[in-house]
């Protein structure tokens, strides 16, 4: 069933055009062409493919994307994708992209909690009379938000969530969205841009590092499996058990048992 909203402003400016504002459920822009507009979308559903300038990346629910005036791209479904888009012009347009930096050299990040419910809502309220002010209004909305972020965010985020967690690793209550609110970021940013850079999730990293301080102490002479796993930041000494046998092979009594063998 084909449930999409095509809406088009007949309104002009020559600051800012909004010219659509789509919900687009089809794969009408699987087919790879040269955008006549600055783009700027927001997956509501399913995931799938963008593909701008012979760069694929991967969009799932919550995810933004932004296409520039004259880049080669393609939108392409995987499962049951659904996305909302605004395809606009004009001077201020320009500004807008040389402005959001991060937008052009990412061009898939992931939108602010709760956004892609608010573009959905200003879609449904627009009409032939005030599209040009709901299209605009998300636009600059949503650009509001990703010009929020610290500047230095752009390049450093990755850096200041190894340093966060180098410093609270053993602390078995440490996690991505605590971090965020210290450090003043939207977890799921945080997340994304932790993945993008070190190509594994948060969540195994940190499993990793404390897998590792854990053979450090066992190495150290301290035997207490329970112990090692309270002081390498796991509650539960058995799931800490679990984890390290994925990690390591073997389980954390096995382990002590053959640095035994090796002293004696």
Known sequence: MNNNICKYSIMQSSDLVCHKFIYETTDIMKDSTTSEHHILGIVTNGTGTVTINGDASVIQPGDLFSICKGDVFSVCGENSLEYSYIAYLGRRADEL?????????????????????????????????????????????????????????????VSKIMTYTADNYTDPYLSLAGMAVDLGYDAKYLSHQFVRKKGIPYTAYLRSLRIKHSIFLFEQGMLSVKNVAIMSGFSDALYFSKVFKQEIGVTPKEYISSLIEDIS
């Open 97 to 157: 992209i040389e402005r959001m930096g991060m937008l052009r050299e990412e061009r898939v990040i992931p939108a602010p909690e709760g956004m892609a419910d608010f573009w959905m809502e200003c879609l449904k309220k627009s009409d032939n009379g005030n599209l040009d002010l709901f299209s605009e209004a998300v636009l600059l909305y949503t650009f509001a938000h990703i010009d929020s972020l610290p500047v230095d965010d752009k390049t450093d985020v």
